[in-house]
């Protein structure tokens, strides 16, 4: 059984916002489309925790709209909050590229949609389609190498 009219319509818009996101500006519509029907997208509302420091799983979160924080608890017990994400960013990409537990938590600052990828999937992707793979790889590297740079900048100036 194929989809209706209005899936398509839905689907057709949702390439387009994902396309308008720097982590998917280098991709055709098909291959946005081969991730996208490999992941979810997923609402949350303020105050919605994503997932916990020290969680265990292996999801890759795009941010679509909205706002996340970022935190992490100090010794102290007190919550530090590392950065405010906003569209287009990404989180959760060290515990998807290293599998270990989650560094940080990580809490909707508004409401909010994000696309969300698992690891399995990202590898079932790249076994079928290697091309698509490194593109959207390449995506994640230019966005974690301007977090970097943005990191570099910020503790330069600080000393």
């Known amino acids: ?4 009219e209005q899936q398509k319509l839905a689907i057709l818009n949702k390439l387009q ?14 291959e946005i489309f081969e991730v996208m ?7 949350y509302e303020t105050g919605d925790v994503v997932f916990h420091e020290g969680n265990e799983d292996e999801h890759l979160y795009v941010i679509i709209k909205g706002l ?40 909707a600052g508004e409401p909010s949609e994000v696309f969300c990828l698992t690891r399995d999937d990202f590898d079932d992707l790249l076994a079928k389609d290697p091309t698509t793979a ?9 966005i ?12 330069k100036y600080a000393t």
């Open 144 to 155: 974690l190498s301007r977090r970097m740079r943005g990191a570099n900048q910020r503790i």
């Open 37 to 43: 029907k490999r992941s979810d997208i997923i609402s």
């Open 68 to 107: 996340f924080n970022v935190t992490s608890t100090a010794r102290s017990g007190d919550d530090l909050t590392f950065f405010v994400a906003g569209a287009g960013l990404i989180f959760g990409e060290m515990s998807f590229m290293d599998r270990q537990p989650r560094s940080a938590t990580i809490t």
């Open 134 to 142: 490194a593109k959207f790889m390449f995506g994640v590297a230019e």
């Open 17 to 30: 916002e994902l396309k308008g996101l720097k982590i998917f500006s280098q991709m055709a519509e098909r």
């Open 1 to 4: 059984m194929g989809i209706d």
